[in-house]
């Protein structure tokens, strides 16, 4: 399928720095400049306010600004039991995208869960310290124990607005100060950045169709239920699936959307920095443009699964002598698969009539062409094969009578 007009990128005019001779004297008119200086102002919120603040509009906490881990109710309640031993609490960041309107950048699951505890959604528990307080809400604390907490403060380190000149600038200065304050726990996966990082129509729209049962479900990711679709909290299923909590789902709808320009664009970088400025640019696609690429993404998951069942995007095997399937979905099927079968909607019709044939050779077909596929190689070269082969698999078997 030829791009269409408003989908086509162009690859970043991105200059490489001339190289300089730096001098003591060079460096620190570089420093009284004031460049890559992030200017900031440190605030305290009562806890008792704190639940207002989550609840203003003058705040984002979108809860996929950040990774999809949600504290467990005895995570919380630990938090809790610290503000009431006036434990240190390492500060809240926040990044002031407009004058007086804030991300998150670092501390949503702080804030979220002093949020529901001063409105009585969970009760205390797994307390170590404070065992007697187990069992208990904010509204049936002991009045003394109430008064403490409601003394307590949580801090915060608010990046300024000032702090860069432009959009650019803006975009720059998110990105390296939330992969630093995310640098000293659990590694984040490109995703997770990318999604903090990037945020935008095409981002949301990749988070959107993460959660199409078909992708859901050739993926082994536990579908959204009903909770989730109405309010947008995942099911506890879906939290301890890793898959779904390092935002791999998220990654795979936009691997969809970028591969369709990778030849043309992706040259020599990473992988990772591809989809990151596939992303940022994608997020300036026109809402028409994203409509037709949710269509498409759509129709070719739902196909592919319609055609080739729960083992779509894994790759048949020989394994001790013996053949059988693979037992997880990979990318390296995934990927010209989607792409290829995307190139052939006009006839799903005829592709849906065929799925047994289609099943009964895919097999046949992997067992003949294991090398094509078995690899992690993605140069060039061997992305353009896998989809050949692909190609003259799927036109042979609609030839056939």
Known sequence: MSLFEGEELKPDDNKQMESSVFTDQTI?????????RIVTEQARYPLDAIAGIVESASYKLSPEYQRRHRWSIDQ?????????????????FLYEYDYSKYEVMDGLQRLTAIHDFYRDRYSLSGMTEWKELNGRKYSTLPEKIKEGIDRRYLSSVILLKETAKNDVDALHLKQMVFERINSGGERLTYQETRNAIYDGPLNRLCINLSKSPALCRLW??????????????????????????????????????????????????????????????????????????????????????????????????QRG???????????????????????????????????????????????????????RNVNITALKERERKFEEFIDETLAEE
């Open 28 to 36: 620190n008119e570089k420093y009284v400049r004031g460049e890559i």
């Open 76 to 92: 919380q309640s630990r938090l809790i039991e610290s503000l009431i031993m006036n434990v240190p609490v390492p500060p809240i």
């Open 220 to 317: 082994g990711i536990p579908e959204p239920d009903q909770c989730e679709i109405n309010n947008g909290i995942p099911s506890d299923k879906r939290i301890q699936n890793e898959d779904f909590r390092r935002m791999t789902d998220v990654e795979l709808v936009l691997r969809f959307f970028a591969y369709r320009q990778k030849h043309k664009l992706h040259k020599s970088s990473a992988l990772s920095v591809y989809l990151d400025t596939y992303l940022r640019l994608g997020n300036q696609f026109s809402q028409d443009t994203l409509s037709i690429l949710e269509s498409l993404f759509v129709e070719t998951i739902t196909i592919i699964e319609d055609t080739f069942g729960v083992n779509a995007f894994c790759l048949w095997r």
């Open 321 to 375: 002598g013996n053949w059988s399937w693979y037992d997880r979905p990979t990318t390296t099927i995934y990927d010209p698969l989607m792409f290829v079968m995307s190139n052939h909607l006009a006839q799903s019709e005829t592709i849906r009539a065929k799925s047994l044939q289609f099943k009964k050779k895919i097999t046949q077909f992997y067992a003949k062409h294991y090398a094509v596929f078995e690899g």
